[in-house]
């Protein structure tokens, strides 16, 4: 039986297994999703071992710009400018093909919300992998001008030279006509804080993690912002992703169940 996994620092309790298996049932499909967590010590080998036991493999942080090199040869165009994977393919024991399906799980969420970025001023706070996919999300989306921010500095500058790069107009700070703050860190010490640096009137606040999240949506709701928060992301990121492993389009079945078994865990 051919495996899928889900690869990162601290994976163990991420809902991607229960999601992809989910869909995988639903198929009739023999495969088996598998959670691993990994020390980057211990990467190369596991991907070695990905490569014999694997149909695919999802990555998060903080691998998703590290693997980049890896898998040069085998990235998709878009995947390539963002400068982020989070999807790979396995084929005769071997890579053949990497992908970012963030990008893709950024616009289905705005486009739930109701959200749009054409023409807006954004603000991203974060600088890994995600914060790239939302910055390529953004110029897609047809965003006039983007900040960043970031608690390490020198991380902030080459994410700011690609927007810029990509036609982008580059603050240096949030401007007060910033209508949606995209949070891509793995937690904020003091939500409010952020929140008030990078909006300063009522807009929308995306948070990209899917638990854990009461902090910032009561920080957003109690300054009179839109929140959203990453389950639309998640969902849609992963129904592509599997997609991608099957290599056909997901029935109608397959994306019911995965979006229930996500629904049906506890988020706060």
């Not at 390529?136 to 047809?142: D, E, P, R, S």
Request: charged fraction near 20%; proline fraction near 4%; aromatic fraction near 6%.
């Amino acid at each position: 039986m051919k495996e899928l996994w889900l690869i990162g620092a601290d994976v163990e309790h991420s809902p991607s297994a229960r999601m992809h298996n989910a869909g995988l049932a639903a198929m009739g499909l023999p495969m088996l999703y598998k959670n691993k967590s990994v020390a980057a010590a211990d990467l190369d080998a596991l991907l070695d071992e990905a490569a014999a036991k694997c149909r695919g493999l999802n990555v998060t942080a903080p691998y998703k710009t590290d693997l980049m090199d890896r898998y040069r040869s085998v990235l998709d165009e878009d995947t390539a400018q963002v400068g982020a994977l989070n999807t790979v393919v396995f084929d005769g024991g071997r890579a053949t093909a990497a992908h970012n399906t963030d990008v893709l799980g950024l616009e289905t969420a705005w486009r739930r919300a109701a959200t749009s970025v054409q023409g807006r001023d954004v603000c991203v706070y974060g600088t890994g992998g995600a914060a790239r996919a939302a910055l390529y999300a953004l110029y897609v989306q047809g965003a006039k001008a983007v900040s960043v921010v970031g608690r390490t500095p020198g991380h902030v500058e080459p994410l700011l030279n690609w927007a810029q790069a990509h036609g982008l107009t580059v603050l240096d700070e949030p401007s007060p006509e910033t209508y949606l703050l995209v949070i891509a860190a793995s937690g904020l010490d003091d939500p409010g804080a952020v929140i008030e640096q990078c909006l300063s009137r009522p807009g929308v606040v995306h948070d990209l993690r899917y638990r854990n999240v009461a902090g910032v949506r009561d920080a957003a709701l109690h300054r009179k912002h839109l929140f959203i928060d990453g389950t639309s992301m998640l969902l849609a990121q992963a129904q592509a992703a599997l997609r991608l492993f099957v290599g056909r389009p997901l029935s109608d079945a397959a994306r019911i169940a995965m979006g229930r078994a996500l629904t049906a865990l506890p988020r706060t």
